[in-house]
């Protein structure tokens, strides 16, 4: 469903001053002449409104929302509904717009909700790269303290796919255990490269400075996509960073074998 933008300011002042000044004393319109025209007149402008709330009541995301609302407002719910026909049109007309208001804004929280849920799906696939990499260049390093150092790049690029998978998790989208076509592509043509030329500590440096390049990119694409917000831009923040410092690490080992 995609609501209009109506707001509340879009109701007509004169809707409002009417609930006022022609209600009777019991809540109820005036049925003389003048006021049904007029209240028959007002109905009528507002339908659309209110169809439309009718409409995001049956939705599947607004049925989703409803199953977690606490039994005791649940409760207070079934009780305005009970007394809803007791309300003056005035009322019902400006209900239904605040209605309707209320259901754009839920919309676009939805909207902006399963942006981020995709953000962090696709910067899965490159750290689950990560993972690979580094546990590829654990098993060729024939170095102690390279292999202890890729290692931990492997527990850390770990706990980074774990902090995302969570958010998924929470959101309801399954957690992303693939890599992207690019990586295997790239491992599989440094496999053939090895296995022709050998490969030496200088070689599988090389290959892990690519391949944090690639988690850089798409660390900042992700930031600078505008969809994350709260805790998980935090986080990825966070895992941003920590990639630049490996970056820079991996530069200095770099430079120490040359």
């Not at 796919?161 to 399954?174: C, H, S, V």
């Amino acid at each position: 469903m995609d609501p209009t933008t109506t707001s509340p300011e879009a109701t007509p002042t004169s809707a409002i001053n009417d609930g006022n000044d022609n209600a009777t004393p019991n809540g109820t319109a005036d049925t003389n002449a003048s006021g049904g025209s007029a209240a028959g007149d007002l109905l009528a402008k507002a339908q659309p409104l209110l169809d439309k709330a009718q409409q995001w009541l049956k939705d599947g995301n607004a049925k989703e929302l409803l199953n977690k609302v606490p039994a005791s407002l649940k409760n207070v719910g079934t009780s305005a509904t009970t007394g809803f026909n007791k309300l003056s049109t005035t009322q019902k007309v400006v209900g239904g717009a605040l209605l309707v208001a209320g259901a754009t804004y839920l919309a676009r929280r939805g909207k902006g909700k399963r942006a981020q849920a995709t953000t962090v799906n696709e910067l899965l696939y490159f750290v689950n790269d990560r993972i690979e990499g580094y546990r590829r260049a654990a098993d060729e390093s024939q170095d102690g303290q390279h292999r202890s150092f890729y290692l931990q790049l492997v527990s850390q690029s770990q706990q980074f796919a774990n902090q995302l998978n969570a958010y998924l998790d929470q959101e309801g989208r399954g957690r992303q255990n693939s890599t992207t076509l690019k990586g295997k592509l790239y491992r599989a043509f440094m496999d053939a490269k090895a296995a022709v030329t050998g490969r030496d500590e200088k070689s599988i440096i090389g290959s892990n400075i690519y391949g944090e390049e690639w988690a850089i990119k798409a660390y900042e694409d992700a930031l600078d996509s505008n969809t994350l917000t709260g805790p998980i831009r935090r986080a990825v923040e966070h895992q941003f960073a920590q990639s630049k410092k490996t970056y820079n690490d991996l530069k200095r080992m770099d430079t120490g074998n040359r």
